[in-house]
């Protein structure tokens, strides 16, 4: 028995037999490359603290791991397609372990950012990997179910971040948040090599390095741009990378419809089902990285949990996730993906709205609902999305697909965490600066305090502080009326931290709520322009069935044709080097010889008869 998969997937006559398990594996490498953004939320504090990072630090150690990670996804999903799909899983899972030991031994902020990029460049290698992979392996009337829980996996790890970050936090330091990410990631490779098998394109077409090269600069200046500009102010950087961006773009765009063979056919937008998908990919995730970066900090900063019990309170949301996929996986085949993606958006739409009544008195039994709804409208519109997505792919280009798909969601959860985040912390100041007027701070100290919520909490505990170390003085002092001066003077400052301390809890209360009125906004005209570009279903339920049972044999027929194609093009190729002897080929590499052989052999025995 061989140890390590070496049929590649092009070869097999069937499904391959092991292909839930391969599903497993590609899973768990989606796992890891999610939890290590999420993972992140719950650590930034104590990662603040020990390395002194500023708030600009702090985004960056951030959005280090974003700009790589959406920038070089199509390019490096087109090379995978090329050379193999399980080849690039395999080096990005290496190279991300390599990134999450350097995190790990990182001592400044300079260290860790590097790390995070690194860790970013090798997520870019995985993302498109593990569904074009998914694609391959399964056949077509399994595929919808597979992707379901791949998005399902997301979700999840959208949730497990903080839980695992927090439960890390109770033993070990900020750094323990990096290091186990590489026993998992060994896990995913020996995975990979045992159970996943090698795929590729089959073709000999050079790669459209040009347009691979202009994606890189004009989605890496649009992340940077989205990440600058909200945060830090529309300066010349965040001016030059919005040109830079744009011009890339009109250049990509250009180039790609004249090129014979391109990264990405750009014409692909102009199907409806296929922009409506990317948009309300990008819309989704657009609102639920937003929400999940405020989340987070009103339970940690506002409500006082610690960051395991953070991690606890987001679980229902991942169990949502699963419910919701459950449930399009069951309705998306009888009433098409146009209702369950519209009902999923519109769910997200109304989790947001709920998130508005959210004010200073307000508990973790408030969050609740909104979080199951959430977590049941992920499930509900991710899956029939990336599905489509992926369909509009042909076989020889699923890793481009995959890092279509992978790009939406990447700029979406970059425009949330940016314009939501932004939003999020100018009503704060803003709301602080009204509530603390009579806590009698300094103008100074006022505007750290604006900073962030964390910011404002540790002036409030300063003051706390300075209010107790008065009254251990007034404690010792000898002389009454200098006892009694101090005691008035700490008891005044004590009922101005006990001010400032509320001023900030109420501050961000009302932020979070203004913050989720206007993503409600945002998604709700997103769901309302999603709904009309998807095309409308007119079958009966009936009529669709039979149409998707005989859809499904006319595209597995297809699949076979294309593979026999691949295996003749590849051996008519291979024909000459074996005539040298030049031997095997290489098992990732090498399409279906074999089976193209054998109808060879048949085909002249048919014409011989």
Known sequence: MRLVMNEPVERMEGPYRRRWWALLVLC???????????????????????????????????????????????????????????????????????????GYLADSSTTVIAARAVMGVG??????????????????????????LWTATAGLAIAAGPLVAGALLEEHGWSSTFLINVPVAAL???????????????????????????SVVWIGALVYMIIEGPHFGWGTKAVTAAVAAAAGLLAFVLWELRHPRPVLDVRRFTDRRFA??????????????????????????????DALDTGLRMLPLAGAVFVGSA??????????????????????????????????????GDFVAPLVVLGLAIGL???????????????????????????????????????????LGTSYADHLADAASGAGLPAGTLATAQDSVGAGYAVAQGVADKA?????????TTDPQQAAQLKAQATQLAENARQMADAVGSSFADAVAHTSLVGAVVLGIGTVLVAVLLPRRTKTATEGTET??????????????????????????????????????????????????????????????
């Open 276 to 305: 409506g998908s990317n948009l309300a990919v990008a819309l989704f995730f657009l609102a639920v990285f937003g929400a999940f970066y405020y989340l987070t900090q009103h339970l940690q900063f506002v409500l006082g949990y």
């Open 468 to 476: 107790t170390q008065l009254a251990e003085q007034a404690a010792r």
């Open 327 to 364: 449930l399009t996986g069951y309705l998306t085949p009888r009433v098409g993906m146009k209702w369950t993606v519209g009902a999923g958006m519109a769910g997200g739409t109304a989790a947001l709205a709920l998130l508005t009544r959210v004010d200073a008195s307000s508990s973790y």
């Open 548 to 609: 998707a049972t005989e859809g499904t044999e006319t595209a597995e027929r297809t699949e076979r044709s294309e593979r026999t194609e691949t295996a003749e093009r590849t051996e008519a190729a291979e024909r000459p080097e074996a005539a040298e002897g030049t031997g095997g080929t290489d098992p990732d590499s090498a399409p279906a010889v074999r089976r193209g052989a054998r109808a060879g052999v048949s085909g002249r025995a048919d014409g011989n008869g």
């Open 123 to 148: 997520a870019a290698m995985i993302m498109p990997a593990t569904l074009s992979l998914l694609a391959a392996t399964f056949p077509r009337a399994e595929r919808a179910k597979a992707i379901t």
């Open 188 to 214: 995913a490779i020996v995975g990979a090599l045992l159970l996943v098998p090698p795929s590729n394109a089959g073709h000999a077409d050079r790669i459209d390095h040009v347009g691979g090269l202009l």
């Open 381 to 423: 519109a991710l899956s029939p999305c990336t599905d489509a997505i992926m369909g509009a792919f042909p076989e020889s280009e699923l890793g481009v697909g995959g890092a279509v798909n992978d790009t939406s969601l990447e700029l979406g959860g970059s425009l949330g965490i940016a314009i939501l985040g932004s939003l």
């Open 28 to 102: 768990l490498s989606l796992l890891i490359i999610v939890m290590a953004n999420t993972a992140l939320t719950v650590a930034a504090p104590d990662m603040t603290q020990d390395l002194d990072l500023s708030s600009a630090d702090l985004q960056w150690v951030i959005d280090g791991y974003t700009v790589p990670y959406a920038a070089l996804m199509l390019l490096l999903g087109a090379i995978g397609d090329k050379y193999s799909r399980r080849g690039a899983l395999v080096l990005g899972l290496v190279v991300f372990g390599g990134g999450a030991v350097s």
